[in-house]
């Protein structure tokens, strides 16, 4: 089992920048996928940006060029470093691990941090 906790999150203003981290406890041989989503406040869960084992990575439209997902194999960390954030980018933030196997994919979520970006 993996037990996920993400930290970084906090109050910012416009412009500014933060980075989450998400540790990963346990392991699971499975895993081929990382990522970070959000749900901003009356909006549904959406996909910010996630990282395969082999380094693929992918972003959401709206963060591209602003937003770098990271990871650290020795450390079973991934990390978003998140610049020139703009109020739209207030949501709680979830960090999820995919996993699957020859029956079924599964994922693993942490519990989320909140980012808020206001004047």
């Known amino acids: 089992q993996v037990q996920l906790m993400e930290s970084g999150g906090a109050l910012v203003q416009p412009g500014g920048s933060l980075r989450l981290s998400c540790a990963a406890s346990?392991?699971?041989?499975?895993?081929?996928?990382m990522g970070w989503y959000r749900r901003a406040p009356g909006k549904q869960r959406e996909l910010v940006a996630d990282?395969?084992?082999?380094?693929?990575?992918n972003y959401a439209d709206s963060v591209k060029a602003r937003f770098t997902i990271s990871r650290d194999s020795a450390k079973n960390t991934v990390y978003l470093q998140m610049n020139s954030l703009i109020p739209e980018d207030t949501a709680v933030y979830y960090c999820?691990?995919?996993?699957?196997?020859?029956?079924?994919?599964?994922?693993?979520w942490g519990q989320g941090t909140q980012v808020t970006v206001s004047s």
């Open positions: 999820n691990f995919r996993a699957g196997n020859i029956l079924r994919n599964y994922d693993y």
């Open positions: 346990g392991s699971d041989a499975n895993i081929y996928r």
């Open positions: 990282i395969t084992n082999g380094g693929s990575t």
